[in-house]
C-alpha cells in the first residue's frame, strides 16, 4: 500500500491530491505527515501534537493551529491571512 500526499491551504478543510488533483480529502483535520519546506532541509516529519494558540505573526489578534513535530524543535502554525509560518521552538532547558 503506498502513502497518498494531499496538499491544502491554511485553515481549508479540502485538501487535493498531489499526484492526482482530482482526489480531494474533505474534512482535513490534523495530519499524520508534514513536509518540510526546502529552506528546512525538505522531507517528511511525523506531527506529534496539535494545539490552538496565538498566532506567531498576528500576536493575540487570533487563535490558529499549530503542529509540532515529532523528534524536533520544528512546529508550523496555520494561519489564514500569512500561510504556512513555520518557526523553531525554544529549547527546553534541564532541571
Not at 481549508?12 to 498531489?18: E, L, P, Q, Y
Not at 500576536?59 to 503542529?67: A, E, I, T
Not at 509540532?68 to 520544528?74: A, D, E, V
Amino acid at each position: 500500500m503506498s502513502t497518498m500526499w494531499f496538499d491544502r491551504k491554511p485553515g481549508s478543510k479540502v485538501a487535493k491530491g498531489t499526484t492526482d488533483p482530482n482526489s480531494i480529502m474533505l474534512g482535513a483535520d490534523v495530519p499524520d505527515w508534514v513536509r518540510l519546506p526546502d529552506e528546512l532541509g525538505g522531507g517528511r516529519m511525523r506531527v506529534a501534537k496539535a494545539l490552538t494558540m496565538s498566532c506567531p505573526k498576528c500576536g493575540s489578534d487570533h487563535k490558529v493551529r499549530h503542529l509540532f513535530l515529532q523528534g524536533s524543535n520544528i512546529a508550523v502554525a496555520e494561519c489564514g491571512a500569512h500561510g504556512f509560518l513555520w518557526y523553531m521552538q525554544p529549547e527546553k532547558e534541564n532541571d
